[in-house]
């Protein structure tokens, strides 16, 4: 019985990683790209170029974060693992769900976004300050749904 | 008093003496000179020639790129990102009369040189390119061509076409030999001698196999391997020649400092020039008007007392309908804030800064989101040090104390939570283990076990920045004599909003209780009386309060937002857990475990303070301008920029 739960667990926690992970990366790439762009204009514009580019990397972070609160509950690291029934698994793995999906959807979202910055003080370098809100409202909703996946944890019982 | 008073400023003068009231103007550099617009229809312009100055400055520019592409040391990092200008006393920089134009000179045509050599190089590395391709024969390559009797070539031939030319041209005759050598990837050269008289049947032969005599794009000599050696050692001299110019480029890196200060020299110059065009003239005089601070008019005054008798200098209040220029004026701590205030955009002169609002909001919020004592720490040295080190403008010093300001809230944030790289301070060896009992004695609450009261605590920040927003509004709208608006709109809302939280409260306080619900009750009829008054029909004035209450849902919104100070701070903790638990997983493997398990913790908490400090500047800053800012701020304002020396590279002391 103890396997069997912590199968769901782990699954949970491999997806919040790894799905806010991929949106991360996605949304990364998709600023990296257009940061080359510009920079091939203007290598001058590195500094602000990079700062935008690492806005939408914030996703996989906030998935790690949520997958490793999860290794803790389960008690994975050092200490003795807690006994997980496969209602529990269940629980946690859709506690993550909320930061895997969002994760990854805004991951690419504010990764066009943050492009679209990057276009912006390609011309006016003057409102880079502008240009960073732009992508951190999308990521208002990362933020969001890792708050959602940590109460949720939070509020299962092992 | 954060926005500077202005005053608008009128400098009559005969224009015998425009010139030298121009030069002290840009010496003072309080007067940002504008044109108005009814008197620039007038203005007869004197057509300066700035050519003259345009190509000294474009020059001189060329030199510093110059000196830059090819300079033997590349500025650092951190030196590419924040240039720090050096310092110049005014008197060496007024009295700059550098000649640049043997520099120039210099520099352009050893630029030359160097692009005939580039050129050159590769011109010949297509050759040996080419050449390499028939290393392996012997036949000096003049022989390749035409005797008397005979005609000879060279052919690239696929490997399995080779027996089919040997066959076809057995077929067809038999004036002919041919040598076959290995040449590249699956191709065999093949050097063919034919007499003349086969030339047409060979020719055929070579048409229906698709082959094509090699030709040579220039006259080698000697067998290609020959020809080719030849080609290196030209390359290798040609390398040489190169380096050596090179070497002489860099020296001229001493002269960087003199075309600097010149470039700036001139820059100012060309600005003096520009502004003396757009300064209006009459037959016998020139009007200079612009904005200045109210407590620089004085200064102003005395200062031209220098320049003879024939000025007059008016100066009155300005009008509300003027476009004043901002000049923002904080104490000494809010004025490291004023960066945010200026990247949302700056207040219209009319309007009130906000900076002095939003300073301890921003303080506090960075502080959560980071909410580490090390990682604090580390900040804030950055932040106080760093600027020294740099010698960095006085915008980017006030940006860095900015952020080391942020670190030491994030350090009391930090104590009170117990983050102090995460949990790693629980982990000391024995010997550490006072710090602990220390750490532990310090710490208020710990929101990794307990999350709901910080998260409540984020909360009630928000609903008090809304609230405060909700109460400068009204003071704004009271202060434009919007009474109406100032009472109905602001403190209806300011009250309800409270009503709200007193009744919400009350389940948790008792002596809440007798005056929640009419308090609630009262302000919500106070809306619904008051929100429809744009209405005619007395039935729509009641609906549209009535739907007006809908907005509380807006405010709502804006309070929840705040949610983010909370997961953020948990994040930079648990992340800093992360480091420590990998750390301790590597640290445990033998021998030099210990050192990749300490430098795997360093690694990811130095990534962790990076990320998680952008993103407590970014969302600390968001809550000002999309929560705080809509309640109350309006910008549209432009930056007072006085008149004075135009500097990229020195300072002028």
């Known amino acids: 019985m103890l396997v069997d739960g912590l199968v769901f667990a782990l699954l949970g926690s491999a997806l919040a990683i790894g799905l806010a992970g991929i949106g991360s990366a996605i949304g990364v790439g998709i600023a990296g790209q257009a940061g080359a762009g510009v920079m091939t204009e203007d290598p001058g514009k590195f500094g602000q170029v990079l700062l935008l580019q690492a806005l939408p990397g914030t996703q996989g972070i906030y998935g790690l974060l949520a997958g490793f609160w999860v290794l803790i509950k389960l008690g994975l690291f050092g200490g003795t693992p807690a006994s997980v029934t496969v209602a529990q698994g269940m629980q946690i793995m859709f506690a993550c769900l909320p930061i895997a999906i969002v994760g990854l959807l805004s991951g690419i979202a504010q990764g066009k976004t943050a492009a679209a910055s990057i276009g912006l003080i390609a011309r006016r370098p003057e409102e880079t300050g502008k240009a960073i809100i732009l992508p951190a409202m999308v990521e208002t909703y990362a933020v969001l749904s890792l708050l959602a996946t940590i109460l949720l944890l939070n509020s299962i019982k092992l | ?341 200026r990247l949302y955009g700056l207040p219209n002169y009319w309007e009130l800064d906000p900076t002095p609002f939003l300073a301890p909001f921003f303080f506090l919020f960075f502080g959560i989101c980071l909410g580490d004592v090390i990682y604090g720490l580390v900040l804030a040295l950055l932040g106080f040090l760093a600027p020294n080190f740099l010698g960095a403008s006085e915008s980017t010093k006030r940006f860095f104390h900015m952020l080391g300001w942020g670190g030491i809230a994030s350090i009391g944030v930090g104590i009170a939570t117990g983050s102090w790289l995460g949990d790693t301070f629980d982990y000391l060896p024995g010997f550490l283990s006072a710090v602990t009992q220390f750490k532990r004695a310090l710490t208020l609450i710990d929101p990794i076990t307990n999350p709901l009261p910080m998260l409540v605590f984020s909360l009630l920040l928000g609903l008090v920045q809304v609230l405060v927003g909700l109460l400068v509004s009204f003071v704004k709208e009271w202060k434009r004599r919007n009474y109406a608006s100032a009472v109905m709109d602001q403190l209806g809302w300011f009250a309800f909003i409270l009503a709200i939280v007193f009744y919400l409260g009350s389940t948790q306080f008792s002596f809440l209780k007798p005056i929640a619900m009419p308090f609630l009750v009262g302000t919500a009829l106070f809306l619904v009386a008051t929100q429809g008054r744009q209405k005619r029909n007395p039935i729509m004035k009641i609906i549209s309060g009535i739907f007006s209450l809908y907005g509380v849902i807006s405010y709502l919104g804006d309070v929840l937002s705040y949610s983010r100070l909370f997961a953020l701070g948990l994040s930079s903790s648990i992340i800093a857990i992360l480091a420590r638990t990998l750390g301790a997983l590597f640290g445990s493997s033998p021998y030099i475990g210990w050192l990749i398990g300490l430098l795997v913790a360093l690694l990811f908490n130095v990534f962790n303070l990076v990320m998680s400090g952008l993103g407590a500047f970014v969302h600390s800053a968001r809550l000002q301008y999309v929560e705080f800012f809509t309640k109350f701020y309006e910008n549209g304002g432009k930056e007072f920029q006085p008149f004075g020396y135009k500097t990229k590279y020195i300072r002028v002391r």
């Not at chain 2, 030199?63 to 590419?80: A, I, T, V, W």
């Not at chain 2, 003396?276 to 200062?303: N, P």
């Not at chain 2, 031209?304 to 009155?316: A, D, F, N, P, T």
């Open chain 2, 1 to 341: 008093m954060p926005i500077s008073r202005m005053q608008r400023v009128s400098i009559i003068a005969h224009h015998s003496r425009e010139a030298e009231i121009v030069a002290l103007l840009q010496d003072l550099g309080v007067l940002e000179i504008d044109v108005t617009e009814d008197m620039a229809t007038f203005a007869e312009k004197p057509v300066i020639s700035t050519e003259e100055l345009e190509r000294t400055l474009g020059e001189i520019r060329y030199c510093l790129d110059f000196l830059n592409r090819y300079r033997s040391e590349k500025p650092s990092f951190l030196e590419s990102f924040l240039p720090t200008p050096f310092e110049v006393s005014k008197e060496e920089f007024l009295a700059c009369n550098f000649n640049h134009v043997p520099i120039y000179r210099a520099c352009t045509s050893l630029e030359e040189k160097l692009n005939t050599i580039r050129t050159t190089i590769n011109r010949l590395s297509a050759h040996l390119e080419f050449l390499s391709r028939f290393e392996k024969i012997p036949v000096p390559l003049e022989d390749v061509g035409e005797t008397r009797f005979t005609r000879s070539m060279l052919l690239e031939v696929p490997l399995e076409k080779k027996n089919l030319l040997l066959e076809k041209l057995n077929e067809r005759g038999s004036l002919w030999a041919s040598f076959e050598f290995p040449g590249r990837a699956r191709n065999v050269v093949v050097f063919l001698v034919i007499h003349k008289d086969f030339s047409l049947t060979c020719n055929e032969v070579l048409q229906e196999l698709g082959l094509t005599p090699v030709v040579f794009s220039q006259a080698f000599e000697g067998t290609p391997k020959e020809a080719v050696e030849k080609l290196q050692a030209r390359l290798k001299e040609l390398a040489k020649e190169r380096e050596q110019l090179l070497k002489k480029a860099t020296l001229y890196s001493r002269f960087e400092r003199d075309l600097k200060l010149a470039h700036d020299y001139y820059a100012s110059l060309l600005e003096r020039r520009h502004k003396e065009q757009e300064i209006f003239h009459t037959r016998e005089t020139v009007v200079i008007s612009g904005w200045a601070r109210a407590e620089d008019v004085d200064k102003l005054e005395k200062s031209l007392q220098v320049i003879g008798k024939e000025w007059v200098l008016l100066s009155r209040d300005p009008k509300p309908e003027e476009k004043v220029p901002i000049d923002l004026q904080n104490g000494p701590w809010t004025k490291n804030f004023e960066v945010l205030t």
